[in-house]
């Protein structure tokens, strides 16, 4: 069983940055697909962004390509989104979640449905 927990959402201003750290445990996170998403409120949980085990791969939503960036350090069992030139639509909970499939070794996934484990997310709010 792997527990996923997400740090760094807050309160910002359009334009800033912000980092946001996912902390695995239970598991071997460097056999692990991982990928963030977000959901606003009244609206369905989206992709956000994926990188495969050993970060060689990465995914990203039309949304926010160009301004963030997935990374990991497997040594630290720790996945980050770098966010930057932040907007007001950025607005959300973020998750971090974790996929168990073998094929994450060589792709980075984009489908929610089809990932394992999941965090209990951290809100991250921009103001205009």
Known sequence: QVQLVES??????????????CAASGGTFSTY????FRQAPGKDREFVAAIT?????????????????????NAKNTVY???NRLKPEDTAVYYCAADSH????????????????????TQVAVSS
Do not use: C
Not at 10 to 21: E, I, N, P
Not at 33 to 36: A, F, L, N, R
Not at 53 to 72: C, E, H, L, P, Q
């Open 8 to 21: 760094g959402g807050g309160l910002v201003q359009a334009g800033d940055s912000l980092r946001l750290s």
């Open 33 to 36: 697909g991982m990928g963030w």
């Open 53 to 73: 085990w050993s970060g060689g791969s990465t995914t990203y939503a039309d949304s926010v390509k160009g301004r963030f960036t997935i990374s990991r350090d």
């Open 81 to 83: 989104l770098q966010m």
């Open 102 to 121: 073998p094929r994450t070794f060589y792709s980075a996934n984009h489908y929610a449905r089809e990932y394992d484990y999941w965090g209990q997310g």
